[in-house]
Every structure is written in C-alpha cells, then in structure tokens.
C-alpha cells in the first residue's frame, strides 16, 4: 500500500507541467515495477481464456510479431526510434517526442553525401576538401568518426560547405543553402542535407531533382 502511495504521489509530480523530463525512462523508472506486478496480474487472469481459443491465441502472438519486425525492418538501422501504438506508432509520435536523441540518421546521411560526391572527380582530387558540420551541438567530437572521406569539419554551420541536420538540432533553417537529400523512414525525416550554393560552384557539383550528384 505505501508503495502504491509513493507511486500515485511522485507520478502525479512527474506529470506536472514544471517537472523535470529529459529523454528516456529513467526519470519514471520507479512505476516499471508496479506496472509489471499490474501486467503479471492481468496476464495470470488472461490465461485461462487463452487456453480455450489456442489458435486464436497463437495467430494475435504470431501477428503481433510479425507486425513487429517488419515496422522495426521499415526503420532499420534506426530501430530505437520505434514508437507504441499508445502513441501513436513512429509515424505519429514524430515531432512530439524527441525520436532520434543520438543523432543516428547522421551517419547515414553522411555517407549518401560521400558516395554521391564520390562521382566528381575534380572534387575527389580538389587539394582542399570540401568543408561539412553536422548538427549534433556538444557532441561535436563524435563527427569524424562518422565520415569516411577526408572532410574540414565546422563547427559553425555558417562556415561549412556542406550542412546535416538531424531531427533534434536544425541549424540550417534560416542558411542560404539549397536541400540536396533527405534521410527518411516512415514518411518521415531524420535528417536533412543541405549545400551552399558557392560550394556547388566551387567544386563544380550539380544534383539533380532527387538530390543525386552529377557530372559537371
């Protein structure tokens, strides 16, 4: 009963507008336990009836399983953002929660914008690399590790050639940069990639309408 109490009590402080949320679980941790008393329960009730429509039971589990790893195959390699159908799955949970809080759709992003840039040779060959900063603030060590080709990395967008932006920093937005190619899952974007138009100039790349790099 006190547990149920201290539950009931801290819940309704977490729920209030001044509370202190950051990504995650860990700052409701303390209702797992009871939730799980309250699933064990519900579930020995659940059996019984189970047991009757076996075939039933067995077709749900299947489906639900099924349902499962093809929306986590849908978002691979992205599958922790993956959202419950309590809120409203992926594609509607997107821009009320913080999906992707590692940045992850960086990396991918990063490596499109390589292979494509890959096709020109004059910039393979530029003696000064084209210039890139990925929008990932206070993390900015973990950049180079992303990329695979040699790169000047900028920590100020303003400065850089070539801009990603991820779904929880967009410092591009008011940049005159044109939108070169978009990582998406489920109809939805986890990261933008963006050029400056003098650094399309510059080392003579044009894209053409789906963002792929040409020839010039």
């Not at 190619?181 to 789906?210: I, N």
Request: proline content about 5%; glycine content about 4%; some cysteine.
């Amino acid at each position: 009963m006190l547990k149920l109490i201290s539950t009931r009590t801290r819940s309704k402080r977490r729920c209030s507008p001044s509370a202190t949320l950051y990504d995650g679980t860990r700052h409701t941790l303390f209702v797992i336990p009871l939730l799980a008393v309250l699933a064990g329960a519900g579930f020995k009730v659940l059996i019984p009836w189970l047991a009757r429509v076996p075939f039933v039971t067995a077709t749900a589990i299947a489906a639900y399983i099924a349902h499962t790893v093809h929306t986590l195959a849908l978002l691979h390699p992205f599958e922790y953002v993956d959202m419950n159908a309590v809120a409203g799955g992926t594609k509607h949970a997107y821009g009320r929660f913080d999906l992707d809080y590692w940045s992850v759709a960086a990396k991918e992003a990063s490596r499109r914008l390589e292979q494509r840039l890959a096709y020109d040779a004059e910039l393979a060959s530029a003696e000064t690399p084209p210039s890139i900063a990925i929008c990932i603030p206070r993390r900015e060590w973990a950049v180079a590790p992303l990329l695979e080709r040699p790169w000047i990395i900028q920590v100020d967008p303003k400065k850089a050639d070539y801009i990603i932006e991820t779904e929880r920093w967009r410092c591009a937005e008011k940049l005159d940069v044109v939108l070169i190619d978009e990582v998406r899952r489920m109809d939805r974007t986890f990261a933008w990639t963006y050029a400056r138009r003098q650094a399309l100039h510059r080392f003579h790349v044009k894209f053409d309408s789906t963002g792929s790099a040409l020839r010039q």
